[in-house]
């Protein structure tokens, strides 16, 4: 058994609700496995049929050591709920503690194993080390991190004295498989809090609406879905988002003991039997419950029009996907009426959100649009009353109510750079009013934030923050914001939490500036080496313009946790200067490239609209 190899390019049979081909799997009674010799990487899984379940087989009788680590492997990539065939490769203790629900490590092929010594016919132990290239993991949580560097772990096998079968007796915690098997295996799935770490989260003061916060996490796309984000959501958010966000489900609530798989009926009512933890919940706090469950699962399949909570034997409430928007907002139920951007006379235009290549712009009403300050960059918050122009210079910030006959008045910041690439940022709103602005100066770098837009600028603290902030765009949520960090010649796009009067939320007394903390930063696109644009998408989801080492310059979605949705990526487009979106993914992205600004219908190819610069919807 010297030299044995099992793992890559397995091929241990399988069997599936109906025998498809697949680049892993050699399916029962199409092949056979080997029981030795070299085994080629896993580097091509194509996409299941989302009906199609594959079941891995158990161990044969007299499987050789190869076929034991061939077979588990194989079974960590099935279908399996419980993994309970892959638990027959293992010895009875070793099934025992071995919890495969830690955590899921992503590799670029699928793991390599060899034998790690020569082994002779009568032995009764043997071992293989597992490797490979880190590519991502995911956390008991569900949580999914971009990873990098060797994965090499052990696999343990022993002889039974009496049976003369080979089992696997020491395996590591978690599971482990290539990027292929990961994507048919798993599904990006976001599941809804709000925002805690501000009164009047939803933007519409104390007594308004709670703001919904999508928090993404990885599930088994053909293991009872629907029930496993129900579950998610009920333990709770992840660790990375927890400070900043609350549930509405009382402490402690979860499915009821007797609650079997959660499934929709045909009038898509889903109903949700939960412990008696819940039956404390007022009227309020149910529906914000409801809310929560119906945006979490407003994208699996089959769709969830409306919810049902149960406890105790009795209706709790009930409420339906369309009126969702009278318990919570979302960022992404969020349209705008209107696509801003500089023209070429550096007055502030618009047009009608949504509107084709031949709309024609217009100046907005109030001073912006008279022209007073030439513009360079511009921001227009949520309820698009009120604007934020940085002068063509950089040196300066203006606020201004976009209203007939308003004064523009002294700017509200201003830079001391030297040159223009060492002043202003774009301006960016949050939620609750507030704007975002960082200097770029070298002698002074900051991220300074005006409440209500105006006042004495806060500079909000950024620990760990390696470099100077070149753009910032806070999401609709208001308790994430996205960072272009230059560091050298890299500028990388962050994601950090925004946290006010620090992670407990303590109240401040009246005329108190916040302590506003913008903490654990961590990489959206860490193969990206010079991202030059930026902008929030939907609830979770960002489009990134940048490029990788050596490469030539791309427009991409990425997650807010790091992940490529699978999604259609935008259409290639040269020389993009500012991209612009919104949250409602069903307005289209908007560029200013080489030809001006143009926009990406739904499907379609990149079009011109007008000339002019620095185009921004709300936000």
């Not at 279908?79 to 955590?103: C, F, G, H, I, N």
């Not at 609709?476 to 990388?492: H, I, T």
């Not at 949705?565 to 991209?579: F, M, S």
């Amino acid at each position: 058994m010297g030299g044995e190899r099992a793992g890559r390019g397995r091929t241990a049979p399988a069997r599936v609700v109906a025998c498809a081909t697949s680049g892993v799997m050699l399916l029962a009674g199409c092949a056979s496995m080997p029981d030795s010799g070299d085994v080629r990487g896993v580097d091509s899984t194509p996409r299941q049929d989302a009906q199609v379940r594959v079941f891995a087989m158990p161990p044969s009788e007299d499987a050789s050591p190869v076929q034991i680590v061939q077979g588990f492997l194989e079974a960590l990539t099935s279908d399996d709920p419980d993994y309970s065939t892959a638990r027959q490769y293992l010895t009875a203790e070793a099934a025992k503690v071995w919890k495969p629900e830690l955590s899921t490590t992503v590799l670029a092929d699928g793991p390599g194993a060899r034998a790690g010594s020569p082994g002779r016919e009568d032995a009764t132990e043997l071992s293989f080390k597992l490797t490979g290239d880190k590519v991502a993991t995911v956390d008991a949580q569900q949580a999914y991190t971009a990873d990098s560097g060797p994965y090499d772990q052990l696999v343990h096998l022993i002889r039974d004295v009496k049976t003369r079968q080979w089992r696997i007796d020491g395996v590591p915690q978690g599971v482990v498989m290539g990027k292929s098997d990961f994507q048919r295996n798993y599904m990006s799935v976001s599941k809804y809090y709000f925002a805690s770490n501000t009164a009047g989260a939803g933007g519409s003061g104390a007594d308004g609406p709670p703001m919904a916060v999508a928090d993404p996490v990885y599930v088994r796309s053909h293991v009872e879905p629907t029930t496993q984000m129900v579950r998610s959501l009920l333990n709770g958010p992840t660790n990375w988002l927890d400070p900043v966000v609350r549930s509405s489900f009382p402490a402690g609530t979860a499915l009821s003991e007797d609650a079997g798989p959660l499934t929709a009926d045909d009038q898509g009512r889903l109903t949700v039997p939960l412990n008696d933890k819940a039956v404390g919940a007022g009227a309020k706090k149910c529906k914000e419950m409801a809310a929560q469950l119906l945006f979490t699962l407003r994208n699996l399949s089959p769709a969830v029009e409306e919810v049902e909570l149960r406890a105790a034997g009795k209706k709790l409430c009930s409420l339906a996907q369309e009126t969702t928007d009278t318990v919570a907002e979302r960022g992404s139920l969020n349209h705008p009426d209107y696509l801003y951007f500089v023209d070429e006379e550096h007055r502030l235009v618009r047009i009608v959100a949504g509107g084709g290549n031949a709309a024609q712009p217009y100046p907005v009403p109030g001073p912006f649009g008279e022209g007073t300050a030439p513009l360079g960059s511009v921001a227009v918050s949520w309820d698009e009353h009120t604007a934020a122009g940085v002068a063509l210079d950089g040196k300066s910030l203006y606020v201004g109510s976009l209203v007939p006959g308003g004064s523009l008045g002294e700017p509200v910041l201003t830079s001391a750079g030297e040159s223009e690439d060492d002043r202003l940022t774009a301006p960016s709103w949050d939620a609750h009013g507030g704007l975002w602005v960082a200097d770029q100066n070298p002698g002074n770098p900051r991220l300074l934030l005006l409440e209500e837009g105006g006042g004495e600028p806060l500079e909000v603290r950024t620990p760990g923050l390696d470099g100077r902030i070149q753009a910032v765009r806070v999401a609709a949520d208001g308790v994430r914001v996205a960072l272009v960090v230059a560091k050298g010649d890299r500028r990388s796009l962050m994601i950090g939490r925004i946290e006010r009067d620090g992670p407990e939320g303590q109240e401040r007394t009246t005329g108190e500036q916040p302590a506003v903390t913008v903490v654990e930063l961590r990489p959206a696109t860490p193969e990206l080496e010079k991202v030059t644009a930026m902008s929030w998408t939907g609830d979770s989801r960002l489009v990134v313009v940048g490029r990788e080492e050596g490469g030539v310059e791309q427009m991409r979605y990425v997650e807010v946790d790091g992940s490529i949705p699978e999604v259609p990526q935008p259409a290639a487009l040269t020389g993009v200067k500012a991209v612009t979106a919104s949250p409602d993914e069903q307005v289209p992205l908007v560029a200013y490239s080489v030809d001006g600004i143009v926009r990406l219908p739904s499907g379609g190819q990149w079009q011109k609209v007008t000339e002019g610069t620095a185009p921004v919807y709300p936000g």
